[in-house]
C-alpha cells in the first residue's frame, strides 16, 4: 500500500526566504505526483504535476523535482510571500488513485 | 461556472439522519473523484467514476456510503444512518481523461459534513 509522508509538518519563514518542501513514498511505481495547495475551508488548488517519466516542473517561483527510484520529491518556492501562506499536500497519482500526505502548513511572515 | 461546484457547503445533521451531497465537475470532464478529508489530515479517495460507470469504490468505508453519476455528470454522494465518524470534509474532483494518467485533477471547495 502506498504511504505518503511530508516532512516538516509545519513551517514558518520571513519574507523573501527560499524555501523547501519534501515529500516521499514507499512504492515508486507511480504515474505522476501532483503538489496542492490548500488555503483554510476550502479545496485544493493544483500548482505542479510532475509525470513519472520527468524529473521536475517549473511554474512561476515554484519548482518541483521528482526522483522515482528515491521515492521523493520536493517543492522549491523562491521569494516566499505571505499569500503563499497554505497547507502544501503532495499526491501521488497510480492509476487514477491520488494517496496524499498529510500535508506541510506554510507560514511566511511579513 | 469553470471550476467543479460542490453543495451544499456545510451540512450539520443528526446521527442516524441520512444526507446528499452534491458535485458538479468540470464540464466534459470524464473521470469524477471522491475523497474524504478529516481534520489534520490529507484526503483519502473514496470512490472513482468514468463517465457514468463507477469503476472503484473499494475507499467507501461501509455500505451506508453510496455514490452514483446516473448520466456521466453531476455525482451524489450518499451517506445513509450517519454516524460521528463520518464527519469530515468531502472533496470531489475531476479529470479531463478517461483513466487518470497524465491530468490533473480539479478539485472543489467540499462540503464540510457535522455528524451531532
Known amino acids: 500500500k502506498q504511504e505518503v509522508t511530508q516532512i516538516p509538518a509545519a513551517l514558518s519563514v520571513p519574507e523573501g526566504e527560499n524555501l523547501v518542501l519534501n515529500c516521499s513514498f514507499t512504492d515508486s511505481a507511480i504515474y505522476n505526483l501532483q503538489w496542492f495547495r490548500q488555503d483554510p475551508g476550502k479545496g485544493l488548488t493544483s500548482l505542479l504535476l510532475i509525470q513519472s517519466s520527468q524529473r521536475e516542473q517549473t511554474s512561476g517561483r515554484l519548482n518541483a523535482s521528482l526522483d522515482k527510484s528515491s521515492g521523493r520529491s520536493t517543492l522549491y518556492i523562491a521569494a516566499s510571500q505571505p499569500g503563499d501562506s497554505a497547507t502544501y499536500l503532495c499526491?501521488?497519482?497510480?492509476?487514477?488513485?491520488?494517496?496524499f500526505g498529510k500535508g506541510t502548513l506554510l507560514t511566511v511572515n511579513p | 461556472g469553470a471550476g467543479v461546484s460542490q453543495s451544499p457547503r456545510y451540512k450539520v445533521a443528526k446521527r442516524g439522519q441520512d444526507v446528499a451531497l452534491r458535485c458538479d465537475p468540470i464540464?466534459?470532464?470524464?473521470?469524477l473523484f471522491w475523497y474524504q478529508q478529516a481534520l489534520g489530515q490529507g484526503p483519502e479517495f473514496l470512490t472513482y467514476f468514468q463517465n457514468e460507470a463507477q469503476l472503484d469504490k473499494s475507499g467507501l468505508p461501509s455500505d451506508r456510503f453510496f455514490a452514483e453519476r446516473p448520466e456521466g455528470s453531476v455525482s451524489t454522494l450518499k451517506i445513509q444512518r450517519t454516524q460521528q465518524e463520518d464527519s469530515a470534509v468531502y472533496l470531489c474532483?475531476?479529470?479531463?481523461?478517461?483513466?487518470?494518467?497524465?491530468?490533473?485533477?480539479?478539485f472543489g471547495d467540499g462540503t464540510r459534513l457535522s455528524i451531532l
Open positions: 474532483a475531476s479529470s479531463l481523461g478517461q483513466s487518470y494518467s497524465n491530468q490533473p485533477q480539479h
Open positions: 499526491a501521488v497519482g497510480s492509476n487514477y488513485k491520488l494517496t
Open positions: 464540464s466534459g470532464h470524464v473521470s
